[in-house]
């Protein structure tokens, strides 16, 4: 081999060997804002990390004007291309590409450029089109930050969604300045060392102030024992006076309810959203109609709003663009997007100067409420604008093009709860509205009435979030007050009843589940009046009945059907009830408590005959009756047959669902708190600012709730207290179901067994005043500390806006996550 040969062999293998080097080190961000290149890319798959089924498929393909990057996810996933960047601390980048999809779902995250571990990031796209749209965002790296990963990808953390996505001409550049009115995201991670040792401290905090809690009652127990001398030599049957008479309703007893529920109302009516939304709308008759928007003047536009409003199925996913005049008049193309969402404002941002907008419906069906233009430099919407030329075939209510632009007051430059839909109201909320207008009901996986009470609130105050969530909220507040009069005819004691209502008033989730237009309040609320009739089926020894035990029946009957008729949750409680009356059978068999001229077979059949009327009957009816709006509805498919099949498609719905969800939990974690539901994430706020609303329990009541329930158990057997029996046969009835249903479960399946847990710390704590006199000072302290826990983590239960750094400081555990 000659001299020449050996040393171009030595040079290419020195060249490859730094190429490697060069390779495995993080690379800084272009200065200029160059497109980044297709190597040192790798994958971030959800579905593969987690063990779940269908990993999405990862390519780059290069092409003549530029590497594309494709991804396919067959089944809902969280699936990006990553690539880590060496930045500057304490520095504005710009971070932008194009993008396009195909078949992506419309009701989670779709197609974006963000960066990892930032809930922030560029506007994304849905739905399909062969248009490549203009992506991007800026965001502000922290003062010690030195490093970030920006990836480009679909779906996202707690937004799981599928379809296929392109990417190309990604970019990452240092801002030499940003446009006016640009949001600049917070680029450090949230979990950076400040922010970590701040979390760990408060929970520590926290958790250290339990566990001194623990002890404190263990040194006055063994305090109380000594002081006490021989009393200990008596047993808790001595110490324990006999129960009290029954407690009958006092004025004071109103007055506390009053001050509860006052304070209830207060914290849960602030913030609760808004009084306007946009209403009114154009609903396109055929493809190809379009409306044209006269600006008044010349304007240099940054952003484009359009407020998705509810159509029927067949006008979901409905196609649009929107065009520019220019100065010669023609219309050129400003972005196309898809329809697919309900009542949420939604933008597309623009650099262009133009005195007239076009909008052009490629497919029928669709309706939008409002569209709203903001001028570079600006938050607030262009005044002065006005309909101009219009190609429609419709002039009802649903074509008119002048709704398009009657209802600007309504607008939000960041869009949030206030004025639009977020969770599961993208079901129930829809379906209470497309009740009220007769259309046909778009979720149908859930009985109707919880839907028939939201739609009241909807009437009367209109299709804003106040008026779809204000029932809900009503009820989650009447909860307290129904609390009360629980504990009051448990314990027949004011004090221990203030005690359930002030602890379900401090709980978490009550607060989170009932500020949302979604159904589960109606069920708990009727679970539980259907537990409080059934408790006089219980009377004490020598006391009178508060009525006969087939109005009992009856009216417990009422209540079951009710909610059935919101939520199957009810028919848990069903077969408590069932328990129940069969436990209350055969204690008055056993006492020969019945009349003898009737016999036991007389006893037993009249009783048999009023359960059937009253557990069988009467809810069948109720739960007929909530059908009668979809009995109503035009057209084919609404008879009773169709009634029936509806019961079939549900449980098959919830019997084979199957499904993936981050924040999904198991049955045996919702009583540890392990893994909050996040049901909102604020976008768009000022830097460093976060609004988020998450459902999960109180650590004061779900922790100290496990021992209580097993010391309530244990009261129960030994006091043979039938008023416990009844609130564990209550509790375990709506909690155990869950062992063996094996679909998707969250958190917040654990809301109607709380009341009951609740009751059962109650019963601990007054067991343990009664045994230790000086124990209601504890009481106290444990009151305050629910009271405090709750007011600590309100602002992340309600939506307000504070800072990451406080949101951060809640975040005590890993599962912890909003």
Sequence with gaps: MSKAVQALLTMLLLLLSATALFA????????????????????????????????????????KDGTQFRISAATPDDARFVRELAVEPDTVYRFSCRARAENVESNARGAGISVLDSTDGSPDIKGSGNEWKLLEFYGKTGADQHTLSVTIGIGGYGSLNSGTVWFRDVAVGKAGSVPAGIRIAALSPPSSASESDARSRLGGTVIAALGCFGLLLAWWGATMRRRNGNADAKTPDEIIPAVAPRKKIELADVAVMAVLTAVCLLLSLFNLGGHLAPETGWKSGAAGESVTIELGREVDLSRIYYYCGINDRSGDGSRYSLAARNPAGDYVTLFSFTKDDSNIWKYDAVAVRTSAVRLTAATPGGRLNEIAFVEKGS???????????????????????QNLIDEQSAFEYAPSFRTGFYFDEIYHARTAWETLNHIEPYETTHPPLGKLLISSGIAIFGMNP?????????????????????????FRDRFYAFCAAFLLLADFMRLAQTRVAVIDVYGVFFILVMYYFILDLFPETGERPRRSVNMTLLLAGVAFGIGAACKWIAL??????????????????????????????????????????????????????????????????????????????????????????PFSSAWWTWPLDLHPMWIYAGDGLPLGTASSIVS??????????????????????????????????????????????????FIYHFFSTV???????????????????????????????????FTLFYPVLSGLQVSQTYVASLRWFPTWFF
Excluded at 470 to 481: C, E, M, R, S, W
Aim: hydrophobic share 50%; charged share 15%.
């Design 572 to 661: 848990y409680a069903g077969c408590g009830m069932v328990l129940l009356v069969l436990l209350r059978t055969a204690i008055e068999l056993r006492q020969r408590d019945y009349p003898a001229a009737r016999g036991v077979a007389g006893f037993l059949l009249r009783r048999i005959g009023v359960c059937l009327v009253a557990f069988g009957v009467i809810p069948a009816l109720i739960y007929l009756l909530s059908y009668l709006p979809f009995l109503a509805l035009p057209g084919p498919g609404h008879d009773l047959v169709d009634v029936f099949r509806l019961q079939a498609f549900m449980l098959n719905y919830h019997r084979t669902l199957q499904a993936t969800h």
């Design 379 to 401: 938050q607030t919407p262009l005044t002065g604008i006005r309909i101009g030329g219009t190609n429609i075939s419709a002039t009802d209510g649903t074509g008119k093009a």
């Design 466 to 490: 106040f008026g779809w969530r204000i029932v809900g909220t009503l009820f989650g507040v009447a909860l307290v007050p129904l609390m009360y009069l629980f504990g009051l005819k448990l």
């Design 24 to 63: 495995g080190e993080t690379q800084p961000a272009p200065a200029d804002g160059r497109t980044l290149s297709a190597q040192r890319w790798t994958h971030y798959d959800w579905n593969a990390s987690s063990g779940a089924a269908g990993a999405a498929r990862f390519e780059i393909v290069p092409e």
């Design 696 to 745: 999960f329990g109180n650590p004061a009541i779900f922790w100290l709730g496990i021992p209580a329930v097993v010391a309530t158990a244990f009261l129960a057997v030994r006091k043979r207290n039938m008023g416990l029996v009844l609130v564990l046969t209550a509790l375990l009835c709506q909690y155990l179901p869950w062992v063996g249903i094996h679909r998707l479960a």
């Design 755 to 789: 009341p009951f847990l609740i009751l059962c710390l109650v019963a601990a704590l007054r067991y343990l005043e009664q045994r230790f006199p000086g124990f209601r000072v504890i009481t106290w302290g444990y009151l305050g500390l629910a009271a405090g826990l």
